[in-house]
């Protein structure tokens, strides 16, 4: 089954090339770096991705911590109801 570039079934001589040239290749630019310099790197790519980062305006964060809050308190008021109920409940079923 032959395309516009070449047979599928039979790779021409440039791929074939190319393809002993990754192999021969191990980690690209990571791999002729130390530890301190992959360690470098991984710090530097760190800071790159914290760039990215949109940060809260401190009214945002505000009202995001106390959403959380409250719904925190909320579900403790929940849980503690359900529980007391139980606790009743099995006092009232095994005496």
């Given amino acids: 089954m032959t395309d516009a570039v070449g047979s599928i079934d039979m790779p021409d001589a440039q791929d074939e090339a190319q393809e002993s040239k ?4 191990k980690g690209g630019k990571r791999g002729k770096k ?3 310099g992959r360690l470098a790197l991984f ?5 790159a991705e ?4 949109v940060w809260p305006t ?4 505000t009202t995001y911590t106390t959403v959380v809050i409250v719904f925190v308190v909320i579900m403790i008021g ?3 109801v ?6 009743h409940a ?4 095994f005496g």
Avoid at 58 to 61: A, E, F, H, I
Avoid at 90 to 93: E, F, L, M, P
């Fill in 58 to 61: 401190r009214s945002q964060l």
């Fill in 82 to 87: 359900i529980d007391y109920g139980f606790s």
């Fill in 34 to 36: 130390g530890p301190f």
């Fill in 50 to 53: 914290l760039r990215k980062v």
């Fill in 22 to 25: 990754r192999k021969a290749r």
């Fill in 78 to 80: 929940l849980v503690t």
């Fill in 90 to 93: 099995v006092k009232y079923i």
């Fill in 43 to 47: 710090y530097r790519q760190i800071i």
